[in-house]
């Protein structure tokens, strides 16, 4: 599908600030210019990282009456997802502030607390998949609460004790059959811009990863042979 033209509506005027939202969380990666109350131009590349990001941000630019020196905010998405997807995106974004200084503002969200206002009814809980058996869940935790909480549960518990979720589907594959009337597609296109990145976003000085715990890594035994 061709990319649409830069909406002349939303482009900020010298004076506001331009904001870029880098999300690698999950396939496909997808970075865009958020407006007000939804997007100037948004791109996706279902690459990985490495390439994906440096063409996205490339093409995103390119025939648009704006460019990457003009971005005074960055909004990080820090996951959950891809450890190596996400950590390349956060050596872009150290890259961008290290060449820009102080005149860029960094803002970071959590995937799973984004997701929760892309529905046009958001659902009590919702839950993506972690390491394998495992399960995310996010919990709202207040009625005007846009930063809620995240536990990690065994699939089969979570499944059982939150039954009401929206689940975002496992780009890996699994066993786990969810109905397709309970699946969440991760798709930015479907929040209203700055209006819901601010709701979840905080500020940060330099983008972090998320990670939940530990990586976990099973011990080299040598195997000696005789004889």
Same mark, same amino acid.
């Given at each position: ?8 509506? !939303? ?7 331009? *904001? ?18 939804? $997007? ?18 490339? +093409? ?15 909004? #990080? ?11 390349? *995106?956060?050596?872009?974004? +150290?890259?961008?502030? $290290? ?7 960094? #803002?970071?969200?959590? *995937? ?23 399960? #995310? ?6 009625? !005007? ?12 518990? *979570? ?15 699994? !066993? ?22 601010? +709701? ?24 000696? +042979?005789?004889?």
């Amino acid at each position: 599908m061709p990319t649409p033209p830069a909406d002349q509506r !939303n482009i900020p005027s010298h004076h506001s600030p331009l *904001a870029l939202v880098v999300d690698a969380s999950g396939s496909p990666i997808q970075i865009g210019l958020p407006s007000a109350h939804g $997007w100037i131009r948004l791109e996706t590349d279902p690459s990985q990282a490495m390439q994906g990001i440096f063409h996205l941000v490339h +093409k995103l630019f390119d025939g648009a009456p704006l460019s990457l020196k003009q971005v005074s905010q960055i909004y #990080f998405c820090e996951g959950p997802g891809s450890t190596l997807g996400l950590r390349l *995106a956060a050596a872009f974004v +150290k890259t961008l502030i $290290w060449q820009r200084g102080d005149s860029v503002q960094l #803002f970071q969200y959590n *995937a799973l607390d984004l997701a929760m206002l892309m529905p046009t009814s958001p659902p009590p809980s919702l839950q993506a998949p972690f390491r394998r058996g495992r399960r #995310f869940v996010r919990l709202s935790t207040g009625e !005007n609460s846009f930063i809620g909480e995240k536990k990690i549960m065994e699939e089969e518990d *979570a499944i059982r004790e939150y039954p009401q979720s929206l689940h975002i589907p496992d780009q890996r594959g699994s !066993n786990l059959v969810i109905p397709s009337s309970s699946t969440l597609a991760y798709d930015l296109q479907k929040i209203k811009g700055l209006e819901d990145l601010q +709701k979840v976003s905080l500020s940060a000085e330099q983008p972090l990863p998320y990670s939940p715990e530990p990586m976990t890594f099973k011990k080299w035994e040598p195997s000696l +042979k005789f004889g």
